[in-house]
């Protein structure tokens, strides 16, 4: 039977989160090497640009208007629209790695008991089985696996596809929520902002990150500079989190986030292998460190040896000169 | 109040020992063992509750017999019992089985949170806790890097990690939670409590306590690994030294030849 593959779309102050775009076009290939079908899912209070958005890189999307993500948690509404569709017909959820995208990959998995393939960076198919890479064992290895049924939930991570817009807009075909979300919804009662986060790091094209080197929240001064600069955004590695100079949702690494940026700079990080499996998938790695044996040497394309003080610095005023001010 | 707290036990990542077996299964032997960073955030946090609001924490595990060695680390830090649902049934188990078993033994506990890591250090698939809240039909909340139970009004508030800082939740008890790093370090053993877990109570579960239809028909994880492949190797990267300036220039010519800049 051919496959129907379902893409759970998010959405960020009412537009579609880029991660969402990269993997409706991931969906569009998988579908169209296995001749299936694809539709996506846009779940939010006002989802109307975001479905647009999500249209111009899927055949349908289904836009439902939820009053109740406004002041409610999203993944179970979420996971309650995307169970609707898989009883029209959905045989493979396809989810973003990132806190909603597990949740909702999580509440289905739960309430249907389908196998789930977790991480996925590639997917193809062995006739029916969806067949994806993964990197496991903190880096050590990718691993490719499947699960022999013909449904699945995917969760994928950033950079699997680039995202590619159709020639033809998909259709939009608008619904009335389910109503009962997959779990009882906890309430939202405040979204606090922190200074800084408005670009989430997976989605960020260019990283800059501080590490023990940077010697204390001070030095994330220069870091933020030069993410400003680069037009990226900061992360740090585990020792700074650590040390209490930057929060916890800044971190990379094996227990933090997970960033395949175009562009990879580090200030003071020396490249444990936890750290190494949140960024070793990054197109191109500049670190600068002081210590000529710092692990992150093995990975990086450009390595610079020297004070991350006195490199930081030059390198701001080197891409202010570059750009004409 | 009354907290559960899943516990993992995962190869240690310090150690950096991880591998497959001959049936690209993880290698469990081949490593040093610990509790699964993301639950032990999650088992202090709950100890902290427990010390601030009265009661006690539990912990619970899916794993082979000599999961008790790693449970006797988590009774050390402080939680009064255990529950262990070991079989061999079990060995290899995909993550929808996981989510049943747990689920299931969850539900012969009383309590009235349960916790579980975000996601854990060696599948890192990080939708297990999501999917036993699925199984109970209970709120979830997520990514916690703050817990604050109200056990009168028999509410819990959490704040959750977003991608711009943090949202505050609230649902009623009992509630399942996802622990992050964010919750703060855990604490070390001290000797006196390495001393009370020998003596602790774990309780053994097998699969026949836990009701039928756990295991998928016919018995096969319809999830296997097909194969492993070594990491992208990167091509030998250049050493940039010299003066601060010449090292700066030297940067900013390689990020205009990668049309960064």
């Known amino acids: 039977m051919p496959a129907t593959l379902l893409v759970v779309g998010e959405v960020a102050d009412g537009r579609l989160a880029r991660l969402s775009a990269e993997i409706a076009s991931f969906a569009v290939g998988l579908a169209a090497a296995g001749g299936g079908a694809v539709v996506g899912l846009i779940v939010d209070a006002a989802p109307d640009l975001a479905a647009q958005e999500f249209a111009a890189y899927l055949p349908r999307v289904v836009s439902v208007a939820s009053g109740a993500v406004a002041d409610g948690v999203w993944a179970p509404h979420a996971a309650a629209e995307a169970r609707r569709l898989v009883d029209e017909g959905v045989t493979h959820v396809l989810a973003s790695v990132t806190n909603d995208g597990r949740d909702v990959a999580g509440l289905l998995c739960g309430g249907l008991g389908w196998g789930i393939l977790a991480n996925a960076s590639a997917a193809s198919w062995d006739g029916d089985a969806i067949v994806v890479e993964a990197t496991v064992l903190a880096g050590k290895a990718i691993a490719r696996s499947t699960v022999d049924a013909p449904n699945a939930i995917v969760t994928v991570r950033a950079g699997a596809a680039e995202a590619m817009e159709l020639a033809k807009s998909g259709a939009i075909e608008t619904r009335v929520p389910v109503g009962v979300p997959a779990v009882p919804a906890a309430a939202v009662l405040d979204r606090v902002a922190e200074a800084g986060a408005e670009v989430s790091l997976e989605e960020a094209k260019v990283v800059v990150v501080g590490g023990r080197g940077v010697a204390g929240p001070e030095g994330f001064g220069l870091v933020d500079e030069l993410a400003a600069l680069l037009g990226g955004v900061t992360g740090a590695s585990r020792a700074a989190v650590d040390a209490g100079w930057i929060p916890y949702a800044r971190q990379i690494g094996q227990t933090g986030k997970v960033v395949r940026p175009a562009l990879y700079l580090s200030l003071g990080v020396s490249g444990a292998m936890q750290h190494r499996a949140g960024m070793q998938g990054s197109q191109n790695i500049v670190a600068v460190n002081r210590d000529p044996d710092a692990p992150i040497a093995e990975i990086a394309d450009l390595f610079v040896i020297g004070d991350l003080f006195e490199v930081g610095p030059a390198l701001a005023a080197e891409l202010r000169a570059r750009r004409g001010g | ?261």
Request: hydrophobic share 50%; aromatic share 2%.
């Open chain 2, 1 to 261: 109040m009354r907290i559960l707290v899943m516990t993992k036990p995962v190869p240690d990542p310090a150690a950096n020992a991880e591998r497959l077996g001959a049936n690209l299964r993880l290698d469990r032997a081949a490593s040093p063992t610990v509790v699964n960073g993301n639950d032990e955030y999650g088992l202090e946090a709950a100890l902290q509750l427990v010390q601030a609001h009265g009661g006690e924490v539990a912990i619970l595990t899916m794993a082979p017999a000599t999961g008790v060695e790693t449970m006797r680390k988590a009774l050390a830090m402080g939680a009064m019992s255990g529950v262990l649902v070991a079989d061999d049934a079990l060995a290899g188990a995909d993550i929808p089985t996981t989510i049943r078993v747990l689920a299931a033994a969850a539900a012969t506990q009383a309590w009235d949170l349960l916790i579980g890591g975000l996601d854990t250090s060696d599948g890192a698939g990080g939708v297990v806790t999501a999917g036993v809240a699925a199984r109970l039909g209970l709120p979830l909340l997520s990514a916690a890097a703050r817990i604050e139970p109200d056990p009168a009004a028999r509410r819990v508030r959490v704040q959750r990690l977003s991608a711009k800082g943090h949202d505050l939740l609230e649902a009623p008890m009992p509630a399942v939670i996802s622990a992050t790093q964010a919750l703060g370090t855990p604490r070390y053993p001290t000797l006196k409590g390495i001393m009370a877990a020998r003596t602790r109570q774990i309780t053994m579960l097998t699969l026949a306590d836990l009701g039928a239809d756990m295991l998928p028909i016919g018995g096969q994880w319809p999830s296997r690994v097909l194969g492993v492949l070594p990491p992208p190797s990167r091509a030998a990267g250049r050493t940039v030294t010299g003066d601060p300036a010449a090292q700066a220039r030297e940067i900013a010519d390689y990020l205009a030849d990668q049309r960064i800049i």
